[in-house]
């Protein structure tokens, strides 16, 4: 069977060569056997290939009053009419592995995903990654989160009706839990809204990794923000340099204590760029009123993202009044 050989390839390794005394196999004590161990004695089962004939049945003879277990029939991964699914192949043990002799009382380990597994992520990932090397996980093993060693199996659950993660209202909540930063931005007074709307994480960022930086699902800042604010590409007749080459020179894109998302307040996110807009004129000395009171800069040149508006000659940013 192609599948096989393929997962057994992916995680044989030269520790199969190692010492698979296994002196360890005392019963539940398996647990405890730390990552080398651990990995050698899977090693050795996938060389070994000792599927179980009855797949899934034997699995659950022992395995079935687990609800967590079961739930995986009410999955997509649990279901027999999809001609790719694990359950037309080698079932439970297309994921978990070869049965060997684990079910002598369940004393020779399973290939075990998610927190608190002894198995590193790579090894974890390889299983899912032998039926999901899409499109869409291209940029997988380039990405932070393959380099940071996260899981799959850290964001998606297999063995539920519905995977969280892949659901808009509960997407945020699963990358907040690590992304702490982020979860506290995304509640300050400015924010995109990403706890209603159907926005979420993933609607910026692809979580499989891209070539964009910080893993954006376009090629560029600017690209991704048109997405959904096109009427600030233009053209126009009248550009605002950082406006056409970077949002984030001004804008932070998952919360700000300013308005508008503002990474700083005018007038000085304005005077960052524009140290000597204005010195010498007495009208903008400082404490004078226009400068001070309501938007600042913006009270004259209030079409900060470019503007079509001819009146204002070779002025780039028109007059708002
Ligand atoms: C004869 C009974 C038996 C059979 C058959 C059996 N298991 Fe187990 N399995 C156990 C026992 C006992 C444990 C250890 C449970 C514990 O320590 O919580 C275990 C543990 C596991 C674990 C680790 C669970 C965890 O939380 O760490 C996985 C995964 C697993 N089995 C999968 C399978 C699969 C897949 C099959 C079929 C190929 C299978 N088992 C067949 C008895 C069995
Ligand atoms: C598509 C891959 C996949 C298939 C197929 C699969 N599992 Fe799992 N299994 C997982 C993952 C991932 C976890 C970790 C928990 C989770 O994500 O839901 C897990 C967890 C488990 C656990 C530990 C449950 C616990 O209480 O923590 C057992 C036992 C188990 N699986 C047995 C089985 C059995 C038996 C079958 C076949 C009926 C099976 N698995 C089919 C991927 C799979
Ligand atoms: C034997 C092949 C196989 C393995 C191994 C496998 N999957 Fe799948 N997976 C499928 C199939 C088939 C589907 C159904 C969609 C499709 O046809 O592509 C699916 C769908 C999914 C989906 C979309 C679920 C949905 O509700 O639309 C996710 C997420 C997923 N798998 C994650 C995983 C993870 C995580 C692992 C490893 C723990 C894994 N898969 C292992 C075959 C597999
Ligand atoms: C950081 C969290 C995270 C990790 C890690 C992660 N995913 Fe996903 N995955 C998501 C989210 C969110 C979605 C839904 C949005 C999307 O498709 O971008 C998704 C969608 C999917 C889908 C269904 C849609 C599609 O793209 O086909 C599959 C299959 C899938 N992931 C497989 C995997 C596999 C395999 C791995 C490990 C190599 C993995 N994922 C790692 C968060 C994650
Ligand atoms: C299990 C923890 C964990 C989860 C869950 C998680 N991440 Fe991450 N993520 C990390 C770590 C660790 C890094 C690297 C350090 C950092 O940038 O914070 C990272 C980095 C990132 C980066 C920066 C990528 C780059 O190349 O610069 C983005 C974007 C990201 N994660 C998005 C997400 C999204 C979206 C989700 C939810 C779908 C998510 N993460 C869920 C742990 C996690
Ligand atoms: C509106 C688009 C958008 C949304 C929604 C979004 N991000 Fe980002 N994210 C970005 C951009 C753009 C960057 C590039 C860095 C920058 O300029 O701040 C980034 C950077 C990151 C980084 C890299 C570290 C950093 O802050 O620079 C992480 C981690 C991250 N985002 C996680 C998340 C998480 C988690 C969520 C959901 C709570 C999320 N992002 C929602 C656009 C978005
Ligand atoms: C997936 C769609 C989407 C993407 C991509 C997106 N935005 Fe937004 N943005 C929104 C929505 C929805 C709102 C809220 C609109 C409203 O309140 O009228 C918003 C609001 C804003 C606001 C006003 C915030 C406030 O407090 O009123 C700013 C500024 C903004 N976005 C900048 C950006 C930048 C910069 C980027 C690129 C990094 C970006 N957006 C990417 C959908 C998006
Ligand atoms: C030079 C600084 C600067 C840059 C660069 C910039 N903005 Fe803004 N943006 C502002 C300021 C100041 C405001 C608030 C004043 C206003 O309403 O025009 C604002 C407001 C916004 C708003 C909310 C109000 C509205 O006009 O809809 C959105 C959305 C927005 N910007 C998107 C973007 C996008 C997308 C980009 C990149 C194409 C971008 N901005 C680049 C300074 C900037
Ligand atoms: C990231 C740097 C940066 C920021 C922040 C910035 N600008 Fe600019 N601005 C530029 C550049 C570059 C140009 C074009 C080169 C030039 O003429 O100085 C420009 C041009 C202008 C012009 C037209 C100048 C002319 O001679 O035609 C005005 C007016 C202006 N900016 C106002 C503002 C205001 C108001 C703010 C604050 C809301 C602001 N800028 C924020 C970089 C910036
Ligand atoms: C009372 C209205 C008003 C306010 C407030 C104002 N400007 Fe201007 N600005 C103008 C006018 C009118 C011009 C064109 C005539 C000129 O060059 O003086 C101009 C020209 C400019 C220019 C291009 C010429 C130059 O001096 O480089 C820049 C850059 C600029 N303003 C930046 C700013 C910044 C930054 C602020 C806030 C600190 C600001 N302006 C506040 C009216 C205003």
């Known amino acids: 069977m192609p599948k096989k050989s393929l997962i057994a390839a992916l995680l044989g390794s030269a520790l199969c060569a190692l010492s698979l005394a ?6 539940g004590k398996w647990q405890h056997m730390d990552q080398a161990e651990f990995e050698a004695v899977l ?30 029939f009410d999955g997509v991964h649990g279901r027999v009419d999809n001609p790719n699914s694990p359950m037309a192949g080698l079932q439970c043990e297309a994921c978990h592995g070869p049965m060997g002799k684990h079910n002598r009382g369940g004393k020779e380990p399973m290939i075990v995903f998610g927190e608190g597994s002894p198995l590193s992520a790579v090894k974890q990932n390889s299983v899912c990654l032998s039926c999901h090397q899409g499109e869409e996980r291209m940029a997988w093993h380039a990405s932070t989160h393959n380099l940071e060693e996260i899981a799959c199996a850290d964001c998606h659950q297999v063995h539920v009706a519905k995977d969280a993660i892949l659901d808009p209202t509960t997407e945020v909540e699963t990358c907040t839990n690590c992304h702490t930063r982020q979860g506290a931005d995304m ?7 990403m706890d209603w709307a159907g926005m979420t994480c993933s609607s910026c960022h692809n979580p499989h990794g891209s070539l964009t930086e910080a893993a954006l699902t376009s090629t560029t800042i600017n690209d ?8 600030k590409r233009g053209p126009f007749l009248q550009e605002h340099q950082p406006v056409m080459e970077d949002c984030s020179s001004c804008h932070t894109p998952h919360g700000s204590v300013n308005d508008d998302l503002l990474q700083r307040r005018a007038p000085q996110l304005c005077q960052s760029c524009h140290a000597s807009a204005h010195n010498g004129n007495p009208l903008f000395n400082s404490g004078a009123d226009v400068m001070t009171a309501g938007k600042s800069c913006l009270n004259c040149h209030s079409q900060i993202h470019g503007s079509n508006s001819p009146m204002m000659g070779q002025h780039a940013i028109p007059l708002g009044r």
């Not at 296994?22 to 019963?27: D, E, G, I, K, L």
């Not at 687990?66 to 739930?71: E, G, R």
């Not at 991704?224 to 009427?231: F, I, L, M, R, S």
């Open 22 to 27: 296994s002196p360890v196999m005392a019963a």
């Open 43 to 72: 090693d050795k089962k996938f060389a070994d290939g000792a599927y179980s004939k009855q797949g899934a049945d034997n699995c659950l003879m022992c395995h079935k009053k687990s609800a967590k277990v079961s739930a995986l």
């Open 187 to 193: 509640h300050k007074r400015s924010a995109h809204p």
């Open 224 to 231: 991704n923000c048109y997405q959904c604010h096109a009427e």
